[in-house]
């Protein structure tokens, strides 16, 4: 009879959906990778063919992270989060809020603006990607336009780099000074959902 609170009095801590932990490190991966492609054909690569395929590796991959941001928004709205852990101070939880809300803010508009960039570059209506797929560019973008869009870019990469300090530094601040010992966090991949993570995605949370 006592079995239902006991067991969550010791897993209080209630994980994301399969769903959203497959879409959080997907994405995590991809922007880490594309940062770095980012930096690797701006800032360090001679004109050529090789920073030619880094750039075209770098469409992709953002084109990638424009796609799966917004399918990640849609099933967000659709299904709630899961409750935080009842200690975490207010502060905190709005700090967690708004910082999640940039980051889907952040990883479509900073592809967007990678996109309006290029667009002032070309006079073709796409943009290769890897294998060819074309990437319909934003029609009646001239150079000026271009330019102004890849410095919001750079902005807005700076922005995100912040952001991800924030996020990673209020993560490990989680798992190893305000629940030290306990490994289970509320987004670790590659691990099977409790049966309190089922009932906490008809709870709501933020
Ligand atoms: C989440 C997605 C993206 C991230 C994290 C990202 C990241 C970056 C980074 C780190 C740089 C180097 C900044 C610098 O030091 O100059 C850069 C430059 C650039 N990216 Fe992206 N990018 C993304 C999406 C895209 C997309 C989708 C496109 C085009 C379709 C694109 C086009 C460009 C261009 C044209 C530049 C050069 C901008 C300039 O220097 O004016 N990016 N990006």
């Known amino acids: 009879m006592a079995t239902v609170p006991e067991v969550r009095e010791q897993h209080p801590l209630r994980r994301y959906s399969n769903p959203a932990v497959a879409f959080h490190w997907i994405t995590a991966t991809l922007v880490i990778v594309q940062v770095i492609l980012g930096f690797a054909f701006a800032e360090f690569m001679e004109r050529g063919p090789a920073r030619s395929e880094v750039f075209v590796w770098h469409k992709t991959i953002g084109a990638t992270i424009l796609l799966l941001s917004i ?115 509320r987004m670790p991949p590659f691990q099977p959902r409790t049966h309190e993570a089922v009932v906490s995605d008809r709870s709501g949370a933020d």
């Open 71 to 185: 399918a990640r928004l849609i099933y967000r709205l659709n299904n709630p989060p899961p409750p935080f852990p009842p200690e975490l101070p207010q502060w905190e939880r709005v700090a967690a809020v708004w910082n999640h809300r940039a980051f889907y803010f952040l990883l479509i508009a900073l592809p967007l603006t990678g996109l309006v960039a290029v667009s002032g570059m070309t006079d073709n209506w796409y943009t290769p990607l890897i294998g060819g797929i074309p990437l319909p560019v934003v029609p009646g973008i001239g150079e000026s336009t271009g330019d102004l869009s890849g410095d919001l870019h750079v902005v807005l990469v700076f922005t995100t780099i912040a952001l991800l300090v924030l996020h990673i530094g209020a993560a490990l601040k989680q798992q190893f000074f305000d629940r030290p010992g306990r490994m289970a966090g």
